[in-house]
């Protein structure tokens, strides 16, 4: 975690604004401001320090609530007056106990695009712990892997055939399923995306990403 402060254009009151991101799910968390101090901190503890404006101090994230953030990078914008903090957090970000600080303003039952994944991965996860009776998910896990492994099976095929047929709504649907049967599965071989992620970046030093040999 490498970032030069002296090159930072910190404001009149010797301030840069800093927007926390969940570095997994890319969801901003909430924006706060930085002080020198309070940069050098964040740097050193690998944890979330800021300095409260109506305070006039210090304050480290999750010190009262225990709701801290882990700090796994630090990016400059081009003009250096700004500041991009990517963390792992430990719980909500907002006072209020919201995930993040900006869901006030997301429509009733909106979910974007890039989070539907994340999502997605969580509520399999919980139908796996929590049951419920007529849930597709719970009954899969209730089958066991032999299962979902036909399905993943089944899933490829309708792929394959949907593709062959150029036809882009059927192929969209099916690669829909079989990503969701393919995250069931992850979920009971104990195979995170983050597994997936990290094999992909160990590929895209190559030219190319290529499937293992």
């Known amino acids: 975690m490498t970032i030069q402060i002296e090159s930072i254009s910190f404001d009149e009151k ?21 002080n020198k101090e309070a940069l050098e901190k964040t740097i050193e503890t690998k944890e979330t320090w800021f300095f409260s404006r109506s305070r006039q101090e210090l304050w480290n994230k999750g010190a009262t609530s225990g709701n ?14 700004a500041i991009l903090v990517q963390v792992t957090p430990m719980g909500p970000a907002c006072h209020t106990g919201e995930e993040t600080c900006f869901d006030n303003k997301k429509s009733e039952g909106e979910t974007s695009n890039r989070a539907i994944i ?14 419920i009776e007529g849930s597709y998910t719970s009954y899969l896990f209730r089958e066991g892997i032999d299962k979902v492994l036909k399905k993943v099976g089944e899933e490829s095929s309708e792929v394959i055939i949907g593709a062959k047929n150029e036809d882009k709504e059927e192929l969209t649907s099916e690669l ?14 104990g195979v995170s995306i983050e597994d997936v992620k990290k094999e992909l970046v160990k590929r895209s030093s190559k030219s190319e990403v290529v499937p293992g040999e």
């Open 68 to 81: 801290g953030q882990t700090v796994n990078s630090l990016s400059l914008d081009c003009d250096s007056d």
């Open 176 to 189: 829909a399923d079989l990503t969701y049967h393919t995250l069931v599965l992850m979920e009971i071989a």
């Open 118 to 131: 994340q999502e997605l991965i969580v509520e399999i996860k919980n139908r796996r712990s929590n049951p």
């Open 14 to 34: 010797g301030l840069i604004p800093a927007i926390v991101q969940d570095d997994k799910t890319g969801k901003v968390l909430m924006l706060a401001y930085m």
